[in-house]
Structure formats: structure tokens, C-alpha cells
């Protein structure tokens, strides 16, 4: 029995530069912590303890690229194991959140009281932050197209062979995705693979969120040195908590709707139901189920019922076109 699970990609670019991303990350939140507490910074401080916790969630970010690859060919994962990304951007979002508690919260303190700061050594420190998380995000961004293809191992009858009765008016057949794939398919899924590989999203948002805090940090140790203005450190602090919180709340809806199934609002099944409306044959839905499988990829489960004697094959063939769905179940009930 033959069944490939191709929407599952590896991404072995984004697992390795991830791996990099942690190093670059745990040394500059050592430097930037001790920095930040030697020289009185309370931007530079947070930035270093910011720091600390996206190590942490990129540490889980590379730990899932490696876990999904590895039981890839687990067969007790029905759809693959692209999920396990998924739950690592979730849970670095997570973290994400508790990074703005703590920013706001320090933040808030060490502008109720102030204490003085040695702003020459802070904005170098802040400086050398700022090129490290730009180097950072450089090299997750320029990860987002590299994928392989791999089968998931276990193989069932190609589409269309095998069908199930259902009751006396009803027959059932399975389609699987591969069969779909062009040349057009494979460049839109190159194309639009960093959008949906929300792992490595996760990753990119943490590094861009730490490049941010850098910049305000800088920005306002260099108000504090030469305008005297020593309140725009903490004020920065509080600003930073607030761009991150935006950012860890779109991560939290995003992969909190994939854990979810959370998805039939998504275009494909709107198409679904236009094609089926489209067709040369009468057909009402019973029934319909669109969940993601992978990166821009869906199963659909369909149940509908129709006046004549109509094919699940004639109606897989409407919703060939849309590629995103690799694996069809097609159920048809004729009218008494």
C-alpha cells in the first residue's frame, strides 16, 4: 500500500542556523547582564534578561526541528509530525509573555527609582547587542526557503483504489496527497514557506523582538548622557514590553489555531464549497472538515449527497486544483 506524506518538509537550513542563533544569543545575554549590572543600565539589564528567555524558547525552537525530524518516520503520527513545530512556536510564545511581565515590571521600579548609569560602557554594550541579534535575524530570514521533501514511511493503495460502502447508497474513497504536485505547486511552496513555518517564525520574532529592545536601549542611554533625560531608560523598558506583547500575542493566535483545528474559517474551504457549486452535477454538503497538515498544506474530510450517480473521483477531480489539500476523503450518498 503506497502513501506518501509529503506536506511535511524537513528544513535541515532552519534547524542549523537556529542551533547558531542560540550560541550568538547565550553569549550576549552573559555580556549584556553583567554589563547592564556593572553599569547600572536598567535597559541594558532587562535587554540581558530578555535575552536570557529567548535563549531558552530558541532552545525549543531548534529542539523541535530536531524532534520532528527524527520520528518523522514514526508511524503513530497520522499527519506527520510537523505539529511538533507548530507546539514549539506556541511555546515560545509563551515565553514571550513572561519576557514582557518582567520587562514591564522592572521597568516600572527603576522609574519610581531611578539610579545613575555609566552611559559610555552601556551603549557600547547595547551596540555590540544591537549587530548580534541583526546577525541573528539575518540568518534566520535567509533560512525560510531551504526545504526537503520526505515521505512519512508507511504506504497505503494509491487514490481511487480502494473504496468502502457506506450503506446501500453510499460508497466512500481515500485520496492522498503527491499526485497534485507541479513544478507551480513546489515554486509558491518555496516561496511561501518562512510564512508558514511558524517555528522558525517563533525563533525570527524572538531575535527581532531582542533587536528592538537594543535600539531603545540605545536610544535612550544616549538621551540619558547627552540630554540629561536619565528617565528614558526605564520609559524605554516599558515601550520594548509593549512591542514584544503585540508580537507574542499574533505567535499565541497563530499556532494556538493550528493546535486547535481552529481553521475552517481559512479560504480553502470556502473554495471547497464554490467548487463543489460549481460542478456539473447537483451535490449538497453534509458534511466538511478542513484541518492544516502541514506548511500552506490541508486534509478535508467531505460527506455530501447528491440526486444522480455521481464518483468521489468526479468530485476529487473538481478540487484538484487547489493544491493545498494532500489529503482528501471523499464520502457520497445518493438521494432516496
Not at 447537483?282 to 440526486?307: M, N, P, Q, Y
Not at 455521481?310 to 484538484?320: G, H, K, N, Q, Y
Amino acid at each position: 500500500m503506497r502513501h506518501s506524506h509529503e506536506f511535511y518538509d524537513v528544513n535541515p537550513l532552519a534547524e542549523q542556523r537556529t542551533r547558531l542563533v542560540v550560541l550568538l544569543t547565550v553569549v550576549m545575554m552573559v555580556v549584556e547582564i553583567s554589563a547592564g549590572w556593572i553599569f547600572k543600565s536598567m535597559a541594558l539589564l532587562a535587554d540581558g534578561w530578555h535575552m536570557s528567555s529567548h535563549a531558552i524558547a530558541l532552545g525549543l525552537s531548534a529542539a523541535a526541528y530536531t524532534l520532528a525530524r527524527r520520528l518523522q518516520r514514526d508511524e503513530r503520527f497520522a499527519f506527520g509530525t510537523w505539529k511538533i513545530e507548530i507546539l514549539g512556536g506556541y511555546t515560545s510564545a509563551i515565553f514571550l509573555v513572561g519576557v514582557v511581565i518582567y520587562m514591564g515590571y522592572e521597568s516600572v521600579i527603576r522609574l519610581m527609582h531611578p539610579a545613575p548609569i555609566a552611559f559610555d560602557e552601556a551603549i557600547g554594550i547595547a551596540c555590540l547587542g544591537l549587530l548580534v541579534n541583526l546577525s541573528s535575524a539575518w540568518l534566520l530570514a535567509g533560512a525560510g526557503g531551504h526545504r526537503h521533501g520526505h515521505a512519512h514511511g508507511h504506504e497505503h493503495e494509491p487514490a481511487g483504489s480502494h473504496a468502502h460502502a457506506h450503506h446501500p447508497h453510499a460508497e466512500r474513497s481515500h485520496a492522498h496527497g503527491g499526485h497534485r504536485q507541479g513544478a507551480g505547486g513546489a515554486s509558491a511552496r518555496i516561496a511561501s514557506s518562512h510564512h508558514h513555518d511558524l517555528n522558525l517564525r517563533s525563533a525570527f520574532v524572538h531575535v527581532a523582538a531582542d533587536a528592538v529592545t537594543s535600539l531603545l536601549a540605545i536610544g535612550a542611554l544616549t538621551g540619558g548622557k547627552f540630554l540629561g533625560l536619565t528617565w528614558l531608560d526605564p520609559l524605554m523598558g516599558i515601550v520594548g514590553s509593549f512591542v514584544v506583547a503585540a508580537w507574542a500575542a499574533t505567535l499565541l493566535r497563530d499556532t494556538g489555531r493550528i493546535l486547535l483545528d481552529a481553521e475552517m474559517d481559512a479560504p480553502v474551504v470556502a473554495e471547497i464549497r464554490e467548487a463543489l457549486r460549481a460542478g456539473h452535477f447537483e451535490a449538497t454538503i453534509e458534511d466538511l472538515h478542513v484541518w492544516r497538515v502541514g506548511k500552506g498544506k490541508f486534509a478535508c474530510c467531505l460527506s455530501v449527497e447528491t440526486a444522480g450517480s455521481v464518483s468521489p473521483d468526479e468530485i476529487r477531480s473538481l478540487l484538484a486544483v487547489h493544491e493545498e489539500l494532500t489529503h482528501v476523503t471523499v464520502e457520497v450518498n445518493q438521494r432516496r
